[in-house]
């Protein structure tokens, strides 16, 4: 297993749509393992493939506490939502931002596990977030991009003035 390097905002890269896993094998059994190591050191509670630059369909999540709950999501997809409550989000590709965004209170979504076989899964609260913000990911969308125009700006500011100087 390896850490993989994260990408942060307003990397462009961020922004391309994700392509869809063909089939389930131990290479990407590989890749979900180093993000899941990556978002444990990192730390964070989700990361989607994306944010290690990898154009596939691939998120990992895990909210425990123990860090032992991994829930691994192949080709993801809400296939139901309602409700909708405000949870404040951060993102490892916006490091040490967090703001209020408003997402369904409730989703279901169908996905592969790592082990190829089709499950659905029903989740409530910030297991639901967590998903939705993994999604949103995959079609090259930020939790910024939920925000004011003003908010967005001055965090891309913040954020490629960071990089000029870890640079």
């Avoid at 509670?45 to 192949?74: C, M, T, W």
Wanted: proline share 6%; charged share 30%.
């Amino acid at each position: 297993m390896a850490i993989l390097p994260i990408l942060h905002f307003p990397d462009p890269r961020l922004r391309n749509p994700a392509q869809p896993v063909a089939r389930v094998d131990g290479a990407l059994r590989a890749l979900l393992d180093d993000m899941l190591e990556t978002m444990y050191a990192a730390p964070g509670i989700g990361l989607a493939a994306p944010q290690v630059n990898v154009s596939k369909r691939v998120i990992v999540i895990d909210i425990s506490e123990e860090r032992n709950a991994p829930h691994y999501f192949v080709n993801p997809e809400i296939t139901a939502s309602r409700g909708a409550e405000v949870f404040e989000e951060g993102c490892l590709s916006v490091p040490n931002i967090y703001e209020n965004v408003e997402r369904a209170e409730w989703v279901r979504v169908k996905a592969l596990g790592r082990d190829g076989k089709a499950y659905e899964l029903e989740a409530d609260g910030l297991l639901a977030v967590c998903i939705q913000h993994e999604i949103d990911h995959l079609e090259g969308k930020l939790f910024v991009d939920y925000l004011s125009e003003l908010k967005r700006s001055r965090i891309r500011k913040k954020m490629e003035k960071l990089r000029r100087h870890t640079l």
